[in-house]
């Protein structure tokens, strides 16, 4: 086996032992392979293997990724901080968008003609530099998803901060995901956990995790 068919299956292994030990099926959780800096072969290579989703965080890259790869048939999900006059372009070929985070950007996703799967990003540090919306905003926010024609809200995504374990970050997002579920009852998605505490983020109720190094190895300088 190549060292990524190598990564690739343990990390399967270690979400399905997590699922187990969250007492989950694990065909309802879904596994994102973030690919950003990584070269398409790579990708590609990822596509034999069985991976189906693939994650990017800077448009021009996704987009040109996106194209060159258009045969294999991937989903791509765009995770990262997304300016509102790149909305368009990245719903040409995102599947799922995980970074809304303010209302103007769901002004700029705005159609009439297309649907677009999308979370509503919470940010659960104290810094508003990071992504997503503070948890005060986030209901005026999920109402303002739901009255936007062209976006289907799956759900809740977050980062875990730095300097806090992460387990009681993600029973937070869990908590907010709640109060999101008040708003939108079918919205129960919650997309969170990365290499290092995606088995948290499973007993958390993770049903999409963004996993990037642990499966890609480190990324090129
Ligand atoms: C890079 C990235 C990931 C994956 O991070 P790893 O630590 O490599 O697993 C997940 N989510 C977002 C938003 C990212 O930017």
Redesign the pocket.
Known sequence: MSDLATRLASVRVGIADAAAEAGRDPAGITTIV?T?FQPVSLIAQLAELGVTDV?E?RHQEAQAKAAELAHLGLRWHF??QLQSKKARQVRAYASVI??VDRVGLVDALRSEEASVDCFVQVNLTDDPGR?GAQPEHLEPLVEHVLDTPGLRLLGLMA?APLGEPPRAAFARARTLSERVQRLAPGAGALSMG???DYREAILEGATHL?????I?GN?PA
């Open positions: 973030v950003k994650g965080n995770v990262g995980h970074s992504g980062v990365m290499s290092h963004r996993i990037g190094t642990a890609t990324r």
